[in-house]
């Protein structure tokens, strides 16, 4: 069975601090892929990035990054330098292909309160 | 560019009523299309996937029900709502036939309040 645990329900910051979200899951598929979104107080999800199972390099666009362990089946979200408008939930996300569906499981999200 | 649709954007409707939620996605062909429901504070509940027009997969059975009668929209409808069925509702594409490593996009959503 899929899970995606996000530990971490609130987090609280002072803008300019580094945050890291936390991300495990559980998965019996070899090949998965790895999701992370954004929903601002608007409400929409926005997506930001996606992981291959096979690819475990880490990856940094600006002040997120993004750190891949397949050892410990975790996928970690770090935001350097936080700033107000970071504030949001985020949730980690995984993918399995069920009757050429492809599905998400979906953490139960992390909200990140960034004060000025 | 693809681009998603969702009317209304909120909803307030009496105890029983009816309901009809419309997601129509533009720019892509033969989408995977979702409902998601999210109640106040709490994490995201697939409720129905389509693969195709007419071909729809429940995952939660309740009053709700959902429908696709072209390629690129999905309707989710209810004929009496609960307070329960209160919530956000999302509507998401993803691009058909591609295993699991099909992003899914979302709309901007519904606020339904059913009082």
């Known amino acids: 069975a899929q899970k995606v645990t996000q530990a971490q329900t609130e987090i609280s910051v002072v803008e300019k601090e580094d945050v890291t979200l936390d991300c495990v899951y559980e998965t019996r598929d070899t090949t998965y892929y790895l999701f992370w979104y954004k929903q601002p107080p608007s409400g929409e999800l926005v997506f930001l990035i996606r992981?291959?199972?096979?690819?475990?390099q880490n990856e940094i666009s600006g002040r997120y990054s993004w750190n891949f362990q397949k050892s410990t089946s975790s996928f970690n979200f770090t935001i350097t330098a936080s700033q107000v408008v970071d504030s949001a939930v985020y949730f980690c996300a995984l993918s399995h292909n069920i009757n050429a569906g492809n599905m998400l499981t979906f953490g139960g999200g992390t909200r990140l309160m960034v004060k000025p | 560019s693809q681009t998603i649709h969702q009317w209304p954007a909120t909803l307030v409707q009496p105890v029983g009523s009816p309901l009809s939620l419309e997601c129509t996605v533009e720019g892509t062909s033969n989408p995977n299309l979702y409902w998601y429901r999210q109640a106040a504070g709490r994490g995201l509940q697939l409720l129905f996937y389509?693969?195709?027009?007419?071909?729809i997969s429940s995952e939660v059975p309740q009053n709700l029900s959902a429908s696709r009668p072209q390629d690129r929209q999905f309707i989710l409808s209810s004929k009496k709502l609960l307070l329960s069925d209160s919530g956000f509702y999302l509507c998401?594409?993803?691009?058909?036939?591609?295993?699991?490593?099909?992003?899914?996009?979302f709309g901007p959503g519904t606020r339904l309040l059913v009082l």
């Open positions: 992981r291959n199972s096979f690819d475990e």
């Open positions: 998401a594409w993803s691009e058909g036939a591609s295993g699991g490593r099909g992003t899914q996009y």
């Open positions: 389509s693969v195709g027009i007419g071909q």
